[in-house]
């Protein structure tokens, strides 16, 4: 199926417009989950640890199971996807005002909130990409916005649903809102199909040559002995010889004949369907070598094991903040009157701040990404270790526009791991690193909630979530370093099946 040339424009607006919307719908409630877990802290009484297991799962099973979600997207195209997803979320979050427990929460609001929340934003990037090719980055920096902004207004919106109407029809309401989804959904429409279609292989020639088939139409015994006997009835007429006896034996022999005739066909049939599954499977066997292969030599690059070490403990101490920071502010004993923005909305709005700014920077030829990426680590971690000595809620809210600022750090992170390994291995990079993400996303926040269950205060909590950031972006900063490159300029003298990556080139 071949695409005809992306439009740049005309109806690609549309898809950026409700692919804004519907990440703004799904994910406004699963980041904003902050003012949702004090909730729940309450109702349940439960520790902190095993309820930070909700939002962490809805944040990280989408990009945990990322590679089914692309497999259901190519299989299925985005508009299904997205109609179908919507209903997953909404009612994840309808589900979850009927919780009886906390264990029925992991799966409405963590698993099923959150695998929506992941097929939506693969359908999302998805269509985009096919519509846009040179206004490709900035298509993508609008929609990637829609989560931000959702965060910003989802975490007021909440809480004031919740004064109102109380915790359950709170998630009956933002579940009822998320319907609209199936609405953006249906404005998604498929690319046409280029008029002039690519010209493509036929089955024989997808089939390798040892793995032909013998497709020829077989007839049945029947129509084999209709026809021997009108022969033999012809040959008899001719010569006008009745002769019954003979005529019985002679079919007695053509039945024998192609019976023979017949298990000859049907063995041979097996031997090459036989083989023919046998070609296949090892085919399969060394697609599955072959990437794994590949996977071994992208971690054989020290920047690229360095970006792995660094963005799983990144997202294990710098997302814990978005969803803990108003649990935070109420530890510290501060005034709900001094409460003049929610400090997840502050959060939410930062980080599209940063998005767009760092996405700027990281154009500029003379900036490199990979050191703009790593000062984000360390500034992180540094505005980590300064949570536990903010006591007043102008300090905190300080400290979350910075968090919020620099995890926009997220706009920058698939240019730089297009430098450390190529775009021809971005697609297997990127997702192995997603993964990962997604893995420090779900841990993050029960291991801050459990060190607090243990010490009953978050100071050693935020004080090991910015230790984990910091050794993550230090060790990111040692592999990068220039003294790497004279091991990548060995990369001549490697086996021509060998790859090599150049790593800190400046973009």
């Not at 809102?177 to 046409?192: F, T, V, Y």
């Not at 599209?352 to 990979?370: C, M, P, R, S």
């Not at 920058?412 to 775009?423: A, D, E, L, N, W």
């Not at 950031?469 to 370093?481: E, M, R």
């Amino acid at each position: 199926m071949v695409f005809r040339k992306p439009p740049d424009g005309g109806w690609g607006w549309v898809i950026v417009v409700v692919s804004f919307f519907t990440q703004f719908l799904c994910y406004g409630s699963p980041l904003a989950v902050g003012v949702l877990y004090l909730e729940w802290l309450d109702a349940f009484g439960e520790g902190k640890g095993k309820t930070a297991w909700v939002g962490s799962l809805a944040n990280g099973i989408g990009l945990l199971a990322s590679p089914v979600c692309s497999i259901c997207v190519s299989s299925f195209g985005a508009r299904p996807v997205a109609i179908f997803s919507g209903f997953m979320v909404a009612g994840g979050l309808m589900m979850s005002s009927f919780a009886p427990n906390i264990y029925f929460l992991y799966l409405s609001y963590g698993i099923v909130v959150g695998l929506g929340c992941g097929l939506l934003y693969t359908a999302t990037v998805t269509i985009t990409c096919q519509y846009f090719d040179k206004r490709r980055g900035l298509a993508l920096g609008l929609i990637s916005t829609g989560s931000s902004v959702g965060l910003f207004i989802y975490a007021a919106l909440q809480r004031e649903l919740i004064d109102l109407y109380g915790l359950d029809g709170c998630l009956l309401i933002v579940g009822a809102l998320s319907l609209n989804i199936l609405a953006c959904g249906s404005l998604m429409r498929p690319l046409e199909l280029s008029d002039s279609p690519s010209p493509e292989k036929t089955c024989v020639d997808k089939v390798p040559d040892q793995c032909f088939v013998y497709h020829e139409k077989e007839k049945t015994v029947e129509e084999n002995i209709s026809i021997l006997e009108k022969g033999c009835i012809d040959e008899k007429c001719a010569n006008n010889v009745p002769d019954y006896k003979q005529d019985n034996i002679l079919n007695k022999n053509v039945l024998s004949s192609i019976n023979v005739n017949e298990k000859d066909t049907y063995k041979k049939k097996v031997v090459e369907q036989t083989n023919f599954c046998k070609q296949l499977a090892k085919r399969k066997w060394q697609l599955y070598l072959n990437y794994w292969e590949e996977t071994i030599v992208l971690f054989k690059n020290k920047v690229f094991s360095a970006l792995f070490v660094a963005i799983l403990l990144f997202d294990i101490g710098g997302f814990p903040p978005s969803l803990l920071m108003e649990d935070v502010a109420r530890s510290a004993n501060i005034d709900e009157e001094d409460y003049h923005m929610p400090l997840i909305s502050i959060i939410g709005i930062m980080t599209a701040v940063g998005k767009l700014i760092l996405g700027i920077l990281a154009d500029f030829k003379w900036i490199n990404t990979l050191y703009l990426y790593v000062i984000t680590l360390l500034m992180t971690g540094v505005a980590l270790f300064a949570i536990p000595f903010a006591k007043s809620y102008l300090t905190l809210a300080m400290l979350s526009g910075i968090l919020g600022f620099l995890t926009g750090n997220w706009s920058i992170f698939p240019y730089v791991t297009t430098k450390t390994v190529g775009i021809e291995k971005l697609t297997h990079a990127y997702g192995i690193l997603m993964f990962f993400a997604g893995l420090g996303n779900s841990l993050g926040p029960p291991i801050v909630g459990w060190f607090y269950d243990w010490t009953q205060e978050y100071d050693t909590a935020f004080f090991f979530s910015g230790f984990c950031v910091l050794l993550g972006g230090f060790l990111l900063l040692l592999a990068a370093l220039p003294c790497w490159n004279a091991c990548t300029n060995q990369s001549s003298k490697l086996p021509p099946n060998t790859y090599s990556y150049k790593v800190a080139s400046s973009a």
